[in-house]
């Protein structure tokens, strides 16, 4: 008998360790409590057996912030948490917000809670919860949620009408969101409860959704708008973007008017030599505005051809050798040519001596600088630019605040920020090549990658005047950027001597420009001006120039030797680019470049239509 008493207590043990051995809700019952002025106040009891697995300190409610509308737009609503309690006792709670939702941990961080069953309790009120229909008032509620981490053993509710109010039509709806299933029983408790109830349990993300319909005009409907509030509610979109844009063009044309504009620009004439006798670097920082890599070979070119360097090349590498160290250098490639040859008179253009070519490519660009201010040339307006990239990102903010939230306006709206930024970093890091701009580079494309992978699926989900808007503000922007910088009337004189001389070596027949006394077509014009036709992008139509000429002369040149016979054509249309990469490659070091609310706004749940997870309420919940 004692023998019998003992397996029997053991199994029920063990039946009872089994029942409760996973962490679950035992029970989830809300009273939902609907007041005149369309206050409701929800009081959730949540029964839950833990072990330590996942509850260890207590629970996370987490409670929605926003309800979407029978046009399917998403509303804020307001939540205040009046009580927390666990067994009836007050307890520790904190509440965080967490993207679309208030989580709200209940618990003390510093106590594990034993293995057992506990009652979790939670009041909170909220408002604009009632739907308002033609024939009828409702209350639709999703009491459980549908994002749950456990099971849920029964789940029930209680509606709880102002006194006097008889309901309608009640309906319940179980499973997973959308569901249509009715697993679930409701009675009328007295004239104003009404009861739901389960019929089995709710797996994890299954929830429990209840509605009770009740005559109209009991609860305080709000006031209808007025015809002025009507026509902003319709077309506050258009006025806030017509007039963004209309302020934002005002700005952007009298501004340009004041600052952009260009000056008369004198007639282009073409020309035989450089403006000012400038040097092929000179030529080039001007007509690029900044100094680049182009500059820098342009520069080691014109040293070769004045004599004081020679340019080897081997299966497209090149070296470089001292000719003449007396040679007479303008005062920046002489600069340039101390430091590469300060300790030796040959070097390699190799990464292995990438310090010296990068800190004779800075040091270029210094004497560029401290010989020609760009300043004197060309107006950046930076404050402008300043100031219209401001009012891009207020009006952009703005209409964002008054537009109709969901997850695609928030992701085109950081979308197109990062694709903006990007784009500006990257388009930066291009105008000249060196490790620090690849590093840039790199960085411009962490902004604008993820950018384009979250605009364009966002972009063609969504046909929203909020969309059109940003586009057409960021093509205005890029405009504007554009258009803003101006040269000033040294600049325009400048630039159209320039073209005048570019004007020449493009031109294959000088009688093509009505030259009287063009320079006859020698091999030293071609060696002299061969520097500049590459700081101007067109060596290739210079060399073809004078490709006949130099094959009549067997003309080759002492300051380049080469592996191959001289072709002045081929020289011409892969010397240049190649040898600018390899200046390129040389100045990278090796060691860190393999590295690095209105009437009618909800729909209804208690007619056809309803479903699990709709209405107000839901979320879910877990341990923690």
């Known amino acids: 008998m004692k023998r019998f008493i003992y397996v029997f207590f053991c199994l029920c043990f063990t039946a009872n360790a089994f029942s409760y051995g996973k962490e679950h809700i035992i029970s989830f019952h809300s009273n939902i409590q609907v007041d005149t002025t369309g206050k409701v106040i929800i009081a959730e009891q949540i029964e839950v057996y833990a072990n330590n697995d996942d509850i260890k300190r207590g629970i996370v409610r987490s409670l929605p912030v926003y309800r979407t509308d029978i046009d399917g737009k ?11 309690q666990r067994d009836g006792h007050r307890e520790n709670y904190q509440v965080e917000a967490a993207g679309d939702f208030w989580d709200i941990y209940i618990g003390n961080s510093n106590v594990i809670l034993e293995p057992g069953i506990y009652t979790f309790s939670i009041i909170y009120e909220t408002y604009g919860q009632v739907g308002f229909f033609d024939d009828y008032d409702e209350i639709y509620w999703n009491v459980t949620g549908n994002d749950w981490q456990f099971d849920i053993e029964q789940a029930s509710a209680t509606i709880i009408l102002p006194d006097g109010i008889p309901s309608i039509r009640t309906a319940c709806y179980t499973g997973s969101f959308g569901s249509s299933a009715s697993d679930c029983i409701s009675e009328i408790g007295s004239e104003k409860e009404i009861h739901f109830k389960t019929k089995t349990s709710l797996q994890s993300g299954e929830g429990f959704t209840v509605a009770v319909s009740f005559p109209r005009d009991i609860i305080l409907r709000p006031p209808p708008p007025s015809k002025a509030e009507l026509f902003w509610l319709k077309y506050r979109h258009i006025i806030i973007s017509v007039s963004s844009l209309l302020i934002m063009l005002f700005y952007g044309f009298f501004s340009w008017r004041k600052a952009g504009r260009d000056p008369d620009k004198p007639v282009v004439i073409p020309q035989f030599s450089p403006p000012n006798n400038w040097s092929p ?28 360097i020679r340019i080897k090349e081997d299966s497209k590498k090149f070296s470089l050798t001292v000719i003449n160290r007396e040679a007479l250098l303008p005062d920046e490639e002489r600069a340039v040519f101390q430091k590469l040859f300060s300790s030796s008179d040959t070097l390699q253009i190799s990464d292995k001596n990438h310090l010296k070519f990068s800190e004779a490519f800075s040091l270029l660009k210094t004497e560029l600088e401290g010989k020609q201010n760009l300043k004197d040339y060309f107006l950046k307006n930076i404050g402008y630019i300043v100031s219209a990239t401001l009012m891009v990102i207020v009006a952009i903010i703005i209409n964002v605040a008054v537009s109709d939230f969901n997850e695609s306006i928030i992701i085109i709206f950081l979308g197109s920020l990062l694709v903006l930024c990007g784009l500006m970093i990257m388009i930066a890091a291009l105008k000249q090549f060196k490790w620090s701009n690849i590093f840039m580079f790199l960085i411009g494309c962490v902004f604008f990658i993820p950018g384009i992978g979250m605009l364009i699926p966002s972009l063609l989900k969504e046909n929203n005047l909020l969309v059109i808007f940003i586009i057409v503000v960021i093509a ?38 009505n030259l009287l006394t063009p320079p006859e077509h020698t091999p ?19 060399a073809e120039k004078f490709d006949g000429i130099l094959k009549r002369v067997n003309y080759q040149p ?28 040389a100045q990278i ?8 609310s209105g009437e009618g706004s909800w729909s209804s749940g208690s007619s056809m239509g309803g479903f699990s997870g709709g209405g107000g309420g839901g979320g879910g919940g877990r341990g923690w």
């Open 74 to 84: 998403k509303q804020k609503m307001s939540f205040s948490i009046l009580a927390v």
């Open 281 to 308: 670097s000179i030529v080039r920082y001007l007509y690029k505005k900044g100094c680049d890599n182009k500059t820098f070979t342009a520069a080691l070119v014109n040293m070769a051809v004045k004599g004081a």
């Open 476 to 513: 205005l922007y890029a405009l504007y950027i554009y258009l803003i910088k101006a040269p000033t009337k040294l600049g325009s004189k400048t630039i159209s001597e320039l073209e005048g001389f570019r004007m020449y070596l493009k031109t294959a027949e000088e009688d093509d420009l």
């Open 524 to 542: 030293e014009l071609f060696e002299k001006l061969l520097p500049y036709a590459i700081a101007l992008d067109v060596e290739n139509e210079w």
């Open 558 to 585: 002492q300051w380049y030797n080469g592996d191959k016979p001289f072709h002045p054509y081929v020289f011409a249309g892969v010397f240049a680019g190649t040898f600018t990469s390899s200046l390129q490659r």
């Open 589 to 596: 070091n090796p060691t860190t470049s393999s590295g690095s």
